[in-house]
Each structure stands twice: as C-alpha cells, then as structure tokens.
C-alpha cells in the first residue's frame, strides 16, 4: 500500500517539474500582482520614455554597425531576436518594460496565447527565473488562407531572465514558411515609440 502511495506522489512532483541536461524547470502561469501593476502605472508616467531611449540606442548602434555592450542581434531565416542586458535597469523596471510591450502588442492586433513563470534550477545550484509573454498575430483562420495574407511581425516571444547576477529582455519575432511578414525593423518602432 505504501509503495502505491509513494510511486503516486512521485509521479505528481514530477509533473511538476521538467528535467533537462543540467538543469530543472519548474513552470507557473504568470500572475501580476495589484502593486505590480500600481508601480508600472507610476513607472510608465515617470521612466518609461527613458529606458525606451536606452533601448532605442543600444538596438540602432547594433543594428547599424557602431556595436553594442549590452544588446545582441541575431536575425535568419526563422526569426529574428535581440537580447538587452542593461546595466543602469534594475529587475523591476526591466520587468515593467516587458509589461509595456506586451501590452503594445494587444493593442496592435496581437493576442496573449501564453504568459507564464519559469524556475530553472542548474546543476550547479544557479537559480534562473524567466517571465515569458508569447503573443501571436489575431488573423482570423479565413484571412489566414488568402493570398499575401500578412501575419504581421510574426510569432512573439517577449522573455525577461533574471537572478541575483543576471537581468535580461528578449524579444523574438518567429517566421514560420512562406508567409508574409512585417520587417522585424518596423516591430521595433512600433514597440519603442
């Protein structure tokens, strides 16, 4: 009877729980808390012009060649990312930034497939907590099959990894075959204007 039970609530942790190579996920949905949003409010009067211009200048200098100490650009075939690691942004105002985008997008024909909060647990004891918005283009499955259908930037992912040592935004538009899509430089004056 007991090795029923054990075996039972061995199987239900592990639900939890993903193991890969070197490390453990645990994944949540992502709740934003009533203060959260009270000091994005407060943050998007106050900052959110600023840290939209640091953004702004480290993506142009990448972008354009000058190069770039806390952003990196990767664009192929499937998708187009940058990744921000600013050093004058704390964890919670970097946090209120992928708020503001995914907010941008909702309003621009953009729909919230999946928010969610994951834990990875390194080998090493390394703690790494990743907020995860993953928006998709709101086509409608009939425009979807038409000619030249445009699926606007693609498949968004916006991520923000941080821990004790580490703070970083991502932002990944996904193409997917031959559709067609809006240039991932358009993406960014939507999203830093």
């Known amino acids: 009877m007991f090795e029923i039970l054990n075996i039972l609530i061995l199987s239900r942790e592990k639900s939890r729980y993903n193991v890969y190579a070197g490390k453990i996920m645990h994944t949540k949905i992502l709740i934003r808390s009533e203060s959260f949003h009270l000091r994005y409010q407060q943050w998007k009067e106050k900052d959110v012009k600023i840290h939209l211009e640091m953004l702004r200048g480290s993506y142009a200098n990448e972008v354009f060649g000058k190069g770039s100490d806390d952003l990196k650009y990767e664009r192929n075939k499937q998708y187009t990312m940058v990744n921000w690691q600013p050093t004058d942004i704390n964890f919670e105002e970097l946090a209120y930034l992928h708020e503001y985008f995914k907010n941008i997008l909702l309003k621009n024909n953009y729909f919230q497939q999946l928010s969610d909060e994951r834990t990875e ?23 979807r099959y038409k000619p030249n259908a445009s699926f606007l930037f693609g498949n968004i992912f916006l991520e923000h990894r941080f821990n004790s040592q580490s703070n970083s935004l991502s932002i990944t538009a996904n193409y997917y075959g031959d559709k067609q899509y809006d240039s991932f430089e358009r993406f960014m004056e939507l999203i830093l204007k």
């Open 121 to 143: 647990v390194f080998d090493n004891g390394l703690k790494l907590t990743v907020h995860r918005h993953y928006l998709k283009p709101n086509i409608s499955l009939e425009e």
